[in-house]
């Protein structure tokens, strides 16, 4: 877009001749940046639910043009140089591992000017809300499939379609009451809501860290495991044949996969080996089905021997016993024969 004025008096009259005059120069802008951005995503492998972009109204642009802080002041005093969203595009995506693919791809494409995860900023405020990762990147001379938005600034917001739903619901809820408050018991069942959606996409970061456990290099098997995963990746590797553990013990036990180099799902999955579960049971003769957590500890300990104990004989909640009772633990595993051979 042509170069931006100084003079604030005119800000907003020159704001909407130079807008106007860009959209008539560019009628198809909005689907040429969708288009171009699914064939990039859909180059890079990205694993998308929808690209949808438009072009800001002259209704809207001047609202955000006039928008003033609680000094009085405008937000933006030269909406030419400081609105960057003429130009919105959406992207969806199934689950959140999908997110840094997508971010990167947009990354090594245009020049990031600023990047900004709102899911972050609200867990860091202690509750739950708007979740997306906003971009403003700038077209580079170099992207040829945008080549004649060349320079221009544009934003992009990648979120997953749970965090969409959610957004655009609480919107439209919030924008129909206009200056009206919303009822206090609305605002709470969105706060839940929220809540609940956050836990939905971490069930579907891991049905898709599942998906291709033994995979190499960057696939879905490589995704880092952490204390709030490792329930459902579990339920799903070793299904009911071993109860959950209490919640509390799974930031211990990814303490412990931790120490042993243990992190992530394809290692998980190779270290709960069927036979070497049978070992256990033969060597063990648990008086009772072993817990996820106890499992896991005593695989650590067939595989890593003494190096186990070394590692992870100080940790947990009766962290004095624990060298005792692994020593004994790992006396059985021997008497059994089960432990593996060195370099097995």
Do not use: C
């Not at 800001?56 to 140089?81: E, H």
């Not at 004095?320 to 432990?339: D, E, F, T």
Request: no cysteine; net charge negative.
């Amino acid at each position: 877009m042509p170069e931006p004025t100084s003079d604030a008096t005119q800000s907003i009259s020159l704001l909407g001749s130079r807008y106007h005059e860009w959209l008539r120069a560019h009628p198809t802008a909005a689907q040429d940046f969708a288009d171009a951005i699914e064939d990039l995503l859909s180059d890079a492998g990205v694993t998308f639910d929808r690209v949808s972009a438009r072009a800001k109204s002259w209704r809207s642009l001047k609202a955000k043009a006039r928008k003033k802080r609680s000094d009085g002041s405008l937000v933006y005093p030269n909406p030419l140089a400081d609105i960057h969203d003429i130009i919105g595009v959406r992207v969806t995506v199934f689950h959140s591992t999908e997110i840094p693919v997508t971010l990167d791809a947009l990354g090594e494409s245009f020049s990031v000017l600023r990047s900004v995860d709102k899911a972050a900023e609200t867990r860091i405020a202690g509750g739950f809300g708007y979740g997306s990762h906003h971009l403003v990147l700038e077209v580079t001379d170099d992207f040829e499939d945008l080549a004649e938005y060349a320079g221009l600034h544009f934003e992009v917001q990648v979120r997953t379609v749970l965090q969409h739903a959610w957004a655009e619901f609480e919107h439209d809820i919030r924008y129909k009451r206009g200056s009206t408050p919303l009822d206090p018991q609305v605002d709470r069942a969105f706060t839940l809501a929220a809540g609940l959606i956050e836990l939905a996409d971490q069930q579907f970061d891991q049905i898709a860290a599942l998906k291709s456990p033994k995979g190499s290099g960057d696939g879905p098997g490589d995704v880092t495991l952490s204390a709030e995963t490792l329930p459902g990746i579990l339920a799903v590797l070793v299904g009911n044949r071993f109860p959950p553990s209490r919640s509390e013990h799974y930031p211990w036990l990814e303490e412990l996969l931790t120490a042993n180099g243990v992190t992530t799902v394809a290692q998980l999955t190779e270290l709960l080996d069927d036979d070497d579960i049978a070992a256990l049971n033969k060597a063990l003769t648990y008086r009772f089905r072993p817990g996820q957590v106890r499992l896991i500890d005593d695989l650590l300990l067939r595989r890593f021997g003494e190096l186990h104990v070394e590692r992870t004989g100080d940790t947990g909640t009766r962290a004095g016993q624990r060298p005792r009772r692994l020593a004994a633990r790992l006396k059985a595993l021997r008497q059994a024969g089960v432990m593996p051979e060195v370099g097995e």
